[in-house]
């Protein structure tokens, strides 16, 4: 059994603890909102924070992640409402398929809150999620939306 804080509520895992937290969050409690993407830690689908630092959940085992903050997309909006970037994504049509569009927003998120006014180079070095779509260009737009809201 793994204590974990995840999207601030305190949670027991029953799985092995060499069991990637991707699919403790999926399978284990239900929060389906993270996705598989590659498994290899490339594609950035499986973006979660672990103590507000983007982190690739799909090669993150559970013993890492005991007794850290964890905060999945379905974490991000507070008493109903979205957050600056989620509100963006939206605002500049940023989802096509959405395959990847969680783990998007919350290397977005980690982006803005590490640096609240990213320039592009900074955008370039912190969003390295694919998307198959090929919407980077409303992704850095909504970045910068976000910074100026």
């Known amino acids: 059994m793994a204590a974990l804080d995840v999207n601030g509520k305190s949670v027991q895992a029953n799985a092995d603890p060499r069991t990637p937290l991707l699919w ?5 409690l239900g929060l389906t909102g993270t996705k598989y993407g590659c ?10 924070h672990v103590d507000g630092v983007a982190t690739r959940s799909c090669q993150m085992p559970l013993s890492a992640a005991a007794g850290k903050k964890i905060t999945t997309i379905e ?8 957050n600056k970037i989620q509100e963006a994504w939206l605002a500049n049509d940023v989802p096509q398929c959405g395959y990847c569009q969680s783990g ?12 609240p006014q990213p320039t592009d180079a ?18 850095r737009e909504a970045i910068h939306a976000a910074a100026k809201a």
Do not use: F, P
Not at 39 to 48: D, L
Not at 108 to 115: H, I, M, V
């Open 24 to 28: 403790v969050l999926r399978d284990t």
């Open 39 to 48: 498994g290899i830690s490339q594609c950035g689908a499986c973006t979660v």
């Open 75 to 82: 974490g991000l909006a507070q008493n109903g409402k979205l």
């Open 104 to 115: 998007m927003i919350m290397a977005a998120t980690a982006l803005l809150a590490a640096k």
């Open 122 to 139: 900074d955008i370039d070095a912190a969003m390295t999620n694919i998307c198959r779509c090929g919407t980077y260009q409303q992704v």
